[in-house]
């Protein structure tokens, strides 16, 4: 395997403190895990430009990276870097939830699909966000007259 050096994108993302991990710990973990995310194998997106969200319009992008500890609420636990989005899905469950849902073929479909869109088009974050949530466009189609959500 060659050896992996970071571009100075990722450089500066790791050049500050994130999570209470130094930014010598976060150089070895991009190094160590190529620039990809532990969880997806994708690789993150680094650009300051596309992972920033814009006041009042996108979110954080889908494949920004996170600082994910391992073992939530241990502060001396193991971290990994892990897309934003997936990070986030992971924050609202139990560990043990989690863990034993990565072992279900949804999870894994979840993470093909993840996969296949980073190699088609990793800029456009609408299109996981539609992978984590499918109904999300659709529920707009119900909205009122008065912009507001309604029941469908």
Same mark, same amino acid.
């Given at each position: 395997?060659?050896? =992996? ?5 990722? *450089? ?9 991990? /130094? ?9 160590? +895990?190529? $620039?990809? &995310?532990?969880? /997806?194998?994708?690789?993150?997106? =680094? ?11 996108? !979110? ?10 391992? @073992? ?6 193991? %971290?990994?870097? %892990? ?6 899905? #992971?924050?609202?469950?139990? %560990?043990? &939830?989690? #863990? ?7 999870? #894994? ?6 996969? #296949? +869109?980073? /190699?088609? @088009? ?5 299109? =996981? *966000? ?9 529920? *707009? &189609?119900?909205? @009122?007259? /008065?912009?507001? !959500? $309604?029941?469908?």
């Amino acid at each position: 395997m060659s050896e =992996f050096n970071l571009s100075e994108v990722q *450089k500066r993302w790791a050049s500050k403190q994130r999570q209470r991990v /130094s930014p010598a710990r976060l150089r070895e973990l991009l190094i160590k +895990q190529r $620039g990809r &995310c532990a969880l /997806s194998d994708v690789l993150m997106e =680094f650009s300051l430009p596309e992972r920033t969200p814009e006041s009042g319009g996108r !979110g954080c992008h889908p494949l920004s990276p996170a600082v994910d500890h391992i @073992d939530p609420g241990n502060p001396h636990g193991e %971290v990994q870097l %892990v897309c934003y989005a997936l990070n986030d899905v #992971k924050g609202h469950l139990p %560990v043990e &939830c989690f #863990k034993a849902l990565q072992q279900t073929a949804p999870w #894994k479909a979840l993470m093909n699909a993840w996969m #296949k +869109q980073a /190699s088609l @088009d990793p800029v456009d974050g609408g299109a =996981f *966000k539609r992978l984590l949530r499918p109904n999300a466009a659709a529920r *707009k &189609c119900f909205a @009122d007259a /008065s912009g507001r !959500g $309604g029941r469908g």
